[in-house]
């Protein structure tokens, strides 16, 4: 075979999906506190992640914005600061000297004393591409939603990136981040091994990549179901204090070593184990919003306090999982109603729900009691706990009961 002369015949590169790329690559510039350039046609912002940005960086987007710090929220925070904005509303607040530090702006944005401070007046934005696009990288990136901004317009593309200075700032196309954002799921299977657990059945955990390239989602197939019936099944959100710690502030390590005994007891099924720390904030804002929840705020309201949603978790990902598995019906251990309603929008026929119970403390009553009352959650399965392993009344069980919540569908 003659090869082609490299010298004359360069080889076509081929490379993969720009597109996520670069929105995963945008991202992580955000995590190190690094600013990203949004582009969309001949306009562009300049943004950075508040709780990340380094003084350095801060300073040069000020710069950009002719000397003014400039901050994008969204319409949950802008409540908490005491504003009306009409959901889904962005607001933008330009801070004043001599409170336009970075660590005023942080506590503005997701600090617990905001309202002691001198608020500057908001000014509630008709969200663009571009602040909407910013919005999306903030949340992709788990950091608080709250941006500093400076608009950079009037430029071209080329110009406009020469006149940053650093000459070091990555530039993504604000549709691109909106269509990577909107896109089904792409998940993809790339290891497994067995893993032996202390129930003693035959157990494999196979390794999924997605939605974004550096994402990893774990199924752990316990027993050898049969995929051809409603095979038995959790999807089950990480909770490092919970899972691994056995925090008492909620049930979900109990929960996870329930599971493994309840699928093992009915043959075999599966656990889906998303990377949705903090139901999809991450850890270190769920610290937050525990920290919130110690001065009597509730664990939804936490989260809008600190300008997420009540949940910010997507269940397309179990769906993708389980067409890769080949599941197509299951019987879902859970107590939640949207998990049930998710994977049934994902085309999953969810025969049967079975309820998953955890336990009961003085430190997760309220926790538990808020996911039924507010979030909807089936009431049943923590309603039966008042009790210890024994039956006995406990300390923890002297807490007021449940509401018998919704039973079955
Ligand atoms: N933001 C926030 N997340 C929490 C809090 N307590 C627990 N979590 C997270 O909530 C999620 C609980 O997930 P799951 O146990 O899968 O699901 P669930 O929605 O409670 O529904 P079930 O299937 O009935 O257990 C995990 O990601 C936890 O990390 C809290 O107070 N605030
Ligand atoms: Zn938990």
Request: with cysteine; glycine share 10%; hydrophobic share 40%.
């Amino acid at each position: 075979m003659v090869r082609p002369d490299p010298m004359t015949q360069p080889p076509k590169l081929i490379n993969g999906d720009r597109t996520a790329a670069a929105v995963d690559r945008a991202r992580s510039e955000l995590r190190h506190g690094r600013a990203v350039l949004l582009r969309d046609g001949d306009r562009a912002l300049l943004i950075g992640g508040l709780e990340a940005l380094e003084e350095t960086v801060c300073s040069a987007i000020k710069a950009q914005a002719c000397g003014r710090f400039v901050l994008l929220l969204n319409w949950r925070r802008a409540e908490v600061l005491g504003a009306t904005a009409k959901d889904g509303a962005l607001v933008s607040l330009t801070l004043q000297a001599p409170d336009d530090s970075l660590a005023n702006a942080q506590e503005l944005a997701y600090g617990a004393r905001a309202k002691e401070l001198t608020l500057p007046a908001l000014e509630i934005i008709d969200g663009d591409g571009l602040t909407d696009a910013a919005m999306v990288l903030a949340r992709l990136a788990q950091l608080a939603p709250a941006l500093m901004i400076a608009e950079v317009s009037g430029t071209t593309t080329a110009d406009l990136e020469a006149s940053l200075s650093t000459g070091d700032v990555l530039t993504v196309d604000a549709g691109d981040v909106l269509r990577a954002d909107g896109q089904a799921p792409r998940i993809k299977r790339v290891s497994a091994a067995r893993v032996p657990l202390v129930e003693g059945t035959e157990t494999q955990f196979i390794a999924f990549r997605g939605p974004m390239p550096s994402d990893e989602q774990v199924a752990v197939v316990i027993g050898n179901p049969d995929m051809s019936k409603p095979v038995p099944m959790r999807v089950h959100s990480s909770c490092l204090t919970g899972d691994v710690f056995g925090s008492l502030r909620c049930d979900c390590g109990e929960q996870l070593e329930a599971t493994i005994r309840k699928l093992t007891a009915m043959g075999g099924g599966i656990v889906l184990y998303l990377a949705q720390e903090g139901r999809g904030i991450g850890l270190t804002n769920k610290l937050r919003a525990y920290g919130l929840q110690d001065s009597g705020v509730d664990t939804y309201d936490a989260n809008a306090h600190l300008g997420f949603e009540p949940d910010e978790r997507r269940f397309d990902i179990a769906g993708a999982m389980l067409a890769d598995l080949g599941v197509k019906s299951v019987r879902l251990l859970t107590n939640n109603p949207r998990k049930v309603d998710s994977l049934r929008a994902e085309g999953i026929d969810v025969v049967d729900r079975v309820p998953l119970t955890g336990g009961l403390t003085r430190f997760n009553a309220q926790y538990l009691r808020t996911k039924v009352e507010k979030g909807g959650h089936f009431g049943e399965a923590a309603y039966s706990r008042g009790l210890d392993e024994q039956g006995e009344t406990n300390d923890d069980a002297k807490i007021a009961p449940f509401p018998v919540g919704k039973v079955g569908f």
